[in-house]
């Protein structure tokens, strides 16, 4: 899917290319190949120059919240990456649903500078408005089944005990991530990560060997070790001494956070580090709205199960 | 339930005032257990339920 956006001075053109497809992004799914093509007037593409990325997430709904409710109306990546042939591109896994502001700022070799904002819409996984609906319809049914139990006709009274019992959840396997406040990562020469915390972006730097005398195409990679889904990287980009970018990690849970760095006849300089992200309870006013709406359910079907038993009484 | 308050109160209480007082007990019942189930930060039960919580994709997490 190609976006286009004009204007600046210099007449320069931003496209943002999504792969898979704008209607096709879903949260936490598959991780998305994102690229931003920036050309001249002419179509010819600015050979030289960095764009500055900056993405927030959605901002809150006006009821119900996603899964992240911290994460909504975050920031969640600011990093700078070098135009080559025109183009800089990264992946990315967008954890919640909603409508994503990216803006991009380029700045040519010429100074010039223009910017620009996107919206990429992340739908839900229809998987998850699946299960929402069959959640909901069983509150339904043990609300019926409580109002037809609980509504006494006169010609036929019935003992009115309380039969339903609510430990039909289903448990699965819970997740193991932890929640300590520690950083567990290993000390390395090359990653400086700072304490992450969900909420707030974490600066995750970069510095070459001995202080990076040479160009450097550095590819990095931070993996959900949980879901083993890449959540976010970047390819063979070409930095100098050191290079730094923001990631919001959305999720207490550990991640993994991989660095190559190839030099002209050096061997690849490898680095390793393990971040344990510090979760961060929702607040209640995230939380409560859900549970209004499932009391509401069980509610609905208490009324829709006294009405169909005085029906059916009559 | 509703005959216990009765005796209990010495009043008498119509159809439609016992349901509602069973339906309340009923819905702050089921209120409670879906917080423990869906909203409690308790270690055993946030960590047996995450999945759960998140397949509901309304239902917030950390």
């Not at chain 1, 956006?5 to 949260?27: Q, V």
Request: with cysteine; net charge positive; proline share 6%.
């Amino acid at each position: 899917m190609l976006l286009g956006a004009g204007g600046g001075a210099e007449e320069k053109n931003i496209y943002l290319k999504t792969s898979p497809a704008l209607g096709l992004l879903r949260p936490f799914d598959d991780p998305v190949n994102i690229s931003l093509l920036v050309t001249r007037a002419d179509g010819r593409p600015v050979e030289q120059g960095r764009v500055a990325i900056v993405l927030d997430a959605p901002k809150s709904g006006a009821f119900l919240s996603t899964d992240f409710p911290v994460v909504e109306g975050s920031r969640l990546l600011e990093l700078v990456l070098p135009l080559r042939q025109g183009r800089a591109g990264w992946r990315y896994l967008f954890p919640i649903r909603g409508d994503y502001r990216l803006s991009v700022s380029v700045v040519g070799a010429d100074g010039e500078a223009m910017a620009k904002n996107f919206v990429i819409p992340v739908l839900e996984n229809r998987t998850k408005w699946l299960w929402l609906g069959l959640f909901c319809a069983g509150l339904f049914l043990i609300g019926f089944i409580a109002g037809r139990i609980f509504t006494v006709i006169p010609a036929t009274v019935t003992k009115s005990w309380l039969l339903l019992l609510l430990g039909a959840v289903s448990s699965v396997s819970g997740h193991d991530g932890p929640s300590s406040i520690d950083n567990g990562a290993t000390p390395s020469t090359a990653l400086e990560i700072t304490a992450a915390t969900v909420g707030k972006p974490t600066r995750l730097r970069w510095r070459g060997a001995d202080g990076g005398t040479a160009t450097a195409l550095l590819s990095l990679s931070i993996t959900h070790l949980e879901k083993h889904k890449t959540v976010f990287a970047i390819d063979n980009v070409p930095v100098d001494k050191d290079y730094q970018l923001d990631f919001h990690f959305p999720d207490g849970a550990e991640y993994r956070v991989n660095s190559i760095a190839q030099v002209p006849g050096q061997m690849p300089l490898r680095s390793e580090q393990l971040v344990a992200v510090t979760g961060v309870e929702p607040p209640m006013t995230a939380q409560v709205p859900a549970l209004m709406f499932f009391v509401a359910m069980i509610a609905l079907g208490l009324g829709v199960g006294r009405f169909s038993k005085t029906l059916a009484a009559r | 339930m509703e005959r216990t308050l009765v005796v209990w109160l010495g009043l008498s209480l119509s159809e439609r005032i016992s349901f509602l007082i069973k339906s309340g007990i009923f819905l702050s019942l089921c209120g409670a257990t879906l917080f423990v189930a869906l909203a409690s930060s308790y270690p055993v039960v946030h960590d047996t339920l995450h999945n759960v919580r998140h397949a509901l994709a309304v239902v917030p997490c950390h």
